[in-house]
């Protein structure tokens, strides 16, 4: 086992030792990114950010259909999750660093004043007759998914032991993104950094 899987194996557990228990994983894990981001002022370099929030913000992928179903009903629940993590640290550094989304609470989280399915409808309905709420909540949902690959690369060089290769980037820096993206995919195209398939064997 690497020194990396190492790091990430114990980046898993919480205080108490048991990787069994969502809840107390869910709370510590929350609170632990709160801390950081804070400090950070929400603001987070690539090279810097430490592994276990690397592990902690990253969304699992199932290794089968089964198992993906599996996580996706979980991500779905109400009952407190590490797999909710991911989600709410970039909602919440969304909110913080750009202002104009924060009418987009009520499309990311229930409503507990309601029930969910009287929550999913208002949802839908808004998207279908709110022009700007659709394209906010669309813009939103694409740069969630550009910050999981963001990650994925930072976590693919240190497991390959290329960090040293590693482009510098503010994590959070949404309009940044395509920038960033198209960066690592000509350091790809030109060797700056070999292929993960090749490093990886």
């Not at 179903?69 to 909110?95: C, K, V």
């Not at 998914?145 to 963001?150: D, S």
């Amino acid at each position: 086992m690497s020194t990396f899987q190492e790091r990430i194996l114990a980046a898993s557990v919480s205080p108490s030792g048991n990787p069994g228990n969502d809840s107390e994983q869910y709370r510590y894990r929350a609170t632990a990114s709160e801390e950081y981001f804070e400090s950070c002022n929400y603001r987070v370099w690539s090279t810097e950010l430490p592994d276990r929030f690397l592990v902690w913000w990253m969304r699992p992928v199932g290794r089968d259909e089964a198992e993906q179903r599996s996580l996706e009903r979980e991500l779905r629940s109400d009952e407190e999750s590490p797999l909710h993590i991911p989600l709410e640290i970039f909602m919440t550094a969304y909110y913080e660093r750009y202002e104009r989304v924060k009418g987009l609470a009520s499309f990311l989280s229930d409503d507990r004043a309601v029930g969910p399915e009287d929550a999913a409808a208002a949802v839908e309905a808004q998207l279908a007759g709110d022009a700007d709420y659709r394209a906010q909540a669309f813009a939103f949902i694409e740069g969630f998914y550009k910050f999981q690959a963001l990650l994925s690369y930072v976590f693919t060089l240190r497991m390959i032991d290329a960090a040293d290769e590693l482009r510098r980037f503010d994590l959070f820096d949404v309009e940044a993104y395509d920038e960033v993206l198209a960066q690592v995919n000509r350091d790809l195209a030109d060797g700056t950094i070999p292929s993960f398939e090749a490093r990886i064997v």
